[in-house]
């Protein structure tokens, strides 16, 4: 296995305009999160997920966000409308969970969004 | 919810000195990870330590849970041991995986 995947690696879009992401967890993983870095400050939790279900989601998490994984392996996340402030580098997490499983997380290489 | 300091902030060293990075938690924690960002941004596992201590080459790691804090050594330190060094818990009562940063301690190791 080669990790979690996240791609594209880079986006730059214009104000308003929507934008996909998509993150490949770790293969065996029935967990799958996804976080916002802004500059200087450490990674926040957005939504996370176990297997196909969305089972918390942060405030941070605005209407125009969505994040779906149809089939408990792969994940997407859309933004709506994009702002400004929604620039930033955008992180997906993969682990085990449930059952007294190690939960340690394994995280992607990230997508950098700049809104323009 | 719980809060995560890091101490300290910044530091700068000359290749070859040892450091001691801490975190501080806030409540009972049952996860705590440590990472070191690349310059690319990804972030780098180097320790699962919910409690106890570990050692991984020129790097190892203890956590006190019951006095909430865990300590990041590096000895001999390299210039490509610089960047950003984040320790990130999951709080006792979760149960979710869901990880909480601190603001990270950024290193930087001069020729």
């Known amino acids: 296995d080669t990790g979690v995947s996240q791609n594209p690696r880079h986006k730059i879009t214009k104000r308003g305009q929507n934008v996909t992401f998509r993150c490949d967890p770790i293969?065996?993983?029935?967990?799958l999160y996804w976080y916002r870095q802004t500059l200087g400050q450490g990674p926040e939790f957005l939504t996370y997920?176990?297997?196909?279900?969305?089972?918390?989601k942060s405030r941070l998490l605005s209407d125009r966000f969505s994040a779906e994984r149809p089939k408990g392996s792969f994940s997407t996340l859309e933004i709506q409308r994009t702002e400004q402030g929604d620039s930033a580098m955008y992180l997906c997490?993969?682990?085990?969970?449930?059952?007294?499983?190690?939960?340690?997380?394994?995280f992607g290489q990230g997508t950098r969004l700049t809104v323009v | 919810g719980i809060q995560v300091e890091q101490s300290p902030p910044d530091l700068i060293l000359q290749e070859g000195a040892n450091s001691t990075l801490r975190c501080n938690f806030s409540?009972?924690?049952?996860?705590l990870q440590w990472f070191h960002q690349n310059p690319w941004g990804q972030l780098i596992n180097l320790f699962y330590?919910?409690?106890g201590t570990k050692q991984n080459g020129r790097l190892s790691a203890t956590t006190v849970a019951t006095e909430r804090y865990s300590l990041l050594y590096i000895s001999s330190s390299q210039t490509t041991d610089s960047g950003v060094y984040f320790c990130?818990?999951?709080?006792?009562?979760?149960?979710?995986?869901?990880?909480?940063f601190g603001q990270g301690t950024t290193l930087q190791v001069k020729p």
């Open positions: 997490a993969s682990s085990l969970g449930g059952g007294g499983a190690r939960t340690e997380a394994f």
């Open positions: 293969s065996e993983h029935n967990r």
């Open positions: 997920f176990q297997n196909e279900a969305q089972l918390e």
């Open positions: 409540d009972s924690v049952n996860n």
């Open positions: 330590i919910p409690s």
């Open positions: 990130a818990v999951e709080h006792d009562s979760s149960n979710t995986g869901k990880l909480i």
